[in-house]
T-cell receptor, first 110, second 121 residues
Framework: KNEVEQSPQNLTAQEGEFITINCSYS?????LHWLQQHPGGGIVSLFM???GKKKHGRLIATINIQEKHSSLHITASHPRDSAVYIC????????????FGEGTQLTVNP | EAGVTQFPSHSVIEKGQTVTLRCDPI?????LYWYRRVMGKEIKFLLH????????ESGMPNNRFLAERTGGTYSTLKVQPAELEDSGVYFC???????????????????FGPGTRLTVL
């Protein structure tokens, strides 16, 4: 079983909808990252969190350390948000390397 | 400022051949990581350099993989001989540690390169 689990694996939404992607982890962490990968493209870091909540434009990321859970929200979704969203954690006992979830494929239709 | 770059973007080789992937980190970043994603699986860690030293190579799958970072700048990852199961996307990332006060390290965000897609036929 992967130490980082994401849900859903695939998500299709209509433009304008509010989107939530979830990430649960089973280990102690020092930080959690949300990453974005466009088709054929590289990986872009969206957020790095260790507590609370961060907001950037239409993106909001939250983390609950006690529950070992994080969510990525997209408000007023747009077709250009279509991408794979990846949750990755820095495990406390594993130095600075990242452990990744499998990713969530998001498709936003116009 | 230039980001993390990787070369080549794609490589198609036959089983048994050798391939060398290159990563140029962001200038000044001491930490360099190699990760890979094989088909249908999550991205997995391969190894971590701090400057020219291997800090953690626990993710290297076997001795067909050799990573180097001479001079603590760019890094190469050589696969020799390549096998079918080595196909995937190889990502490089770099980061900079911050030590504002003695012994205190702030979280270090990793910046990823575009990846090299390796296909072994």
């Amino acid at each position: 079983k992967n130490e980082v689990e994401q849900s859903p694996q695939n998500l299709t939404a209509q433009e304008g909808e509010f989107i939530t992607i979830n990430c649960s982890y089973s280990v102690g962490i020092s930080a959690l990252h949300w990453l974005q990968q466009h088709p054929g493209g590289g990986i872009v870091s969206l957020f790095m969190l260790s507590s609370g909540k961060k907001k950037h434009g239409r993106l909001i990321a939250t983390i609950n350390i006690q529950e070992k859970h994080s969510s990525l929200h997209i408000t007023a979704s747009h077709p250009r948000d279509s991408a794979v969203y990846i949750c990755a954690v820095k495990v406390e006992t594993s130095g600075s390397r990242l452990t990744f979830g499998e990713g969530t494929q998001l498709t936003v239709n116009p | 400022e230039a980001g993390v770059t990787q070369f080549p973007s794609h490589s198609v080789i036959e089983k048994g051949q050798t391939v060398t992937l290159r990563c140029d980190p962001i200038s000044g970043h001491d930490n360099l990581y190699w990760y890979r994603r094989v088909m249908g699986k999550e991205i997995k860690f391969l190894l971590h350099f701090v400057k020219e030293s291997k800090q953690d190579e626990s993710g290297m799958p076997n001795n067909r993989f050799l990573a180097e970072r001479t001079g603590g700048t760019y890094s190469t990852l050589k696969v020799q001989p390549a096998e079918l199961e080595d196909s995937g996307v190889y990502f490089c990332a770099s980061s900079q540690d911050y030590f504002p006060a003695a012994g205190i390290q702030l979280g270090n965000e990793q910046f990823f390169g575009p990846g090299t897609r390796l296909t072994v036929l």
